[in-house]
């Protein structure tokens, strides 16, 4: 078995009501194996020869209500491989702990601060230091939980990161109802599975995720009769509409742009309904087909 030599993150957002774990290695597809959380339970990176088990059991002892530090002690306390072992875990109340086995590889070790704890081995020295100063930092600033997931490795790894190298990384947060139509709570779940800049990858993705599926800001809602002329004059470039370019936000046009929303997968920002559209939507169409 081989070492799950990574830095990771474990975070709660109590703003939002959303739990977070992003992690980046030189070990491909690392997120599958380190990640874990779910919503009213909490998160949990395991690490440093993984113990898959960390995950499902840690995630279900947290949902009875034990804390992540009881959650850890109970599940290592039973681990004869528990000397290298890494794990960190956030609760569902936002309490968070760690672990690192003391034969983890040099440099390991874990950092556990309000709301969240990082933790890595094989690491540069001041990686985990680094990534705590970037998350306290970031979460006072504008953006998401997953935004400040990934700021937080992009700073590991400016600080050095695995000593090995960079090959992949991952982010994952759940939040009640988060995800994908409203009946599950996987509200992001991003992998760079193989990638020479992992991290700057991941960061794409995320920005490409709130295109598609970020919530809608009232501000930016925009009456589609001051759009029609424009949306005409795209669908009939794309050739969902063939009507009159009359200006005029009819059926026909409606049912054509909702062709198109729904072809670009833009579907959660606008339904086809009401006489607003997000802005947002309006600007990805004319930028993509002129």
């Known amino acids: 078995m081989l070492p799950i030599a990574t830095f990771s993150i ?25 990640s874990w959380a779910q919503a009213g339970a909490g998160a949990v990176a395991t690490q440093s020869y993984a113990n898959i088990r960390y995950g499902p059991d840690g995630l279900a002892m947290m ?39 003391d034969e983890c590889y040099a440099w390991a070790g874990h950092t556990v601060g309000d709301h969240f704890a990082c933790q890595g081995n ?14 306290e930092q970031a979460r006072r600033g504008p ?12 700073a590991g790894q400016a600080a050095g990161g695995d000593r090995r190298g960079r090959q992949a990384a991952g982010v994952l947060v759940v939040r009640e109802d988060g995800g994908y139509g409203g009946n599950n709570d996987r509200y992001l779940d991003l992998r760079v599975d193989d990638h020479p ?21 009232p501000a930016d809602l925009i009456p589609l009769a001051d759009v029609a002329g424009d949306l005409q004059t795209l669908l009939h470039r794309t050739g969902h509409y063939t009507g009159p370019a ?16 729904g072809e670009e997968n833009l579907e959660e920002r606008w ?20």
């Open 122 to 135: 094989i690491l540069i020295p001041g990686t985990v230091e680094a990534m705590v100063a970037a998350y």
């Open 63 to 101: 949902a009875a209500d034990q804390s992540a530090a009881d959650t850890i002690a109970t599940l290592t306390a039973v681990d004869e491989m528990r000397g290298q072992r890494q794990v960190g875990m956030v609760d569902k109340h936002g309490r968070a702990a760690a672990f690192t086995g």
């Open 271 to 290: 339904n086809g309904e009401g006489e607003m559209i997000d802005k947002v939507v309006v600007d990805f169409l004319r930028q993509r087909f002129g």
């Open 143 to 154: 953006g998401e939980l997953a935004d400040w997931l990934v700021a937080t490795l992009a």
């Open 197 to 217: 800049t992992p991290i700057q990858k991941l960061q794409e993705l995320v920005a490409m995720h709130h295109l598609y599926f970020g919530q809608v800001n």
């Open 10 to 34: 474990v975070a709660y957002d109590p703003n939002r009501q959303e739990w977070g774990v992003a992690v980046q290695s030189k070990f491909m597809a690392c997120a599958a194996v380190v």
């Open 246 to 261: 009359s200006g005029t936000f009819d059926t026909a046009t409606r049912q054509a742009l909702r062709a198109l929303v």
